[in-house]
């Protein structure tokens, strides 16, 4: 049985695709050629995401790569998502109890996580960290440092496009500034996709 959270629909803010949950799952299968899975198994492996792990994902959309994480993790786990629309968020908890997957879906910004300090060992975010204003995303690498605990992962993947305005691996010397450490940038490849992520560690005392 599903675990399920949602707090009560706000206003709609800056980021949000709440409009396009309805078709975000169709998009998703066009896009990857009904390999939308194999995409999530990938970016999981990349996480190195641990049998035991408490993982959250931030931007969770329907849920498909908070399921994939709680798979990996395994019973022992923890995998939970958070996400600004509420309407993608209904659609994650739904999706989640249909295929009997233990997660906790909540509404939620990367600027005000809603969980206590030092609770996960990793946090993921895919194709959503620059869905928002720069002051937003600085707000919200104070909180993944606040909610990840010593020692803990950040996992950063998005996609890349010639025309593109935004480049990843310019994040990794705003992370070292953030009290990350152990940063590493590297290419991925789904497909005829070329995708980048940032992988760092959190060091506490």
């Known amino acids: 049985m599903s675990e399920t959270q949602t707090v009560t629909a706000k206003k709609k803010q800056h980021g949000s695709m709440g409009n396009w949950a309805p078709y975000y799952d169709l998009l998703m299968t066009l896009m990857?050629?009904?390999r939308e899975k194999k995409l999530r198994r990938l970016e999981v492996e990349l996480a190195r995401l641990k049998q035991g792990d408490k993982v959250l994902e931030i931007g969770c959309g329907t849920g498909s790569l908070t399921i994939a994480a709680k798979e990996q993790v395994g019973p022992s786990g923890e995998a939970a998502g958070i996400d600004i629309a509420p309407?993608?968020?209904?659609?994650?908890?739904?999706?989640?109890?249909?295929?009997?997957?233990?997660?906790?879906?909540?509404?939620?910004?990367?600027?005000?996580?809603?969980y206590p300090d030092n609770y996960?060992?990793?946090?993921?975010?895919?194709?959503?960290?620059?869905?928002?204003?720069?002051?937003?995303?600085?707000?919200?690498?104070?909180?993944?440092?606040?909610?990840?605990?010593?020692?803990?992962?950040?996992f950063i993947f998005d996609g890349t496009t010639r025309n593109k305005r935004y480049d990843i691996r310019e994040l990794a010397p705003i992370l070292k500034a953030n009290s990350f450490s152990n940063i590493e940038t590297g290419e991925a490849r789904f497909m005829i996709m070329k995708g980048w992520f940032v992988r760092s560690q959190v060091e506490k005392k």
């Open 120 to 154: 996960f060992n990793a946090v993921i975010c895919s194709f959503m960290i620059f869905h928002m204003p720069d002051d937003v995303r600085m707000e919200g690498f104070k909180e993944i440092y606040r909610v990840l605990k010593h020692g803990g992962r950040y």
């Open 32 to 34: 990857t050629l009904g």
């Open 87 to 114: 309407e993608m968020a209904a659609r994650a908890i739904r999706k989640a109890a249909m295929k009997k997957i233990n997660v906790s879906i909540k509404t939620g910004s990367i600027a005000s996580i809603p």
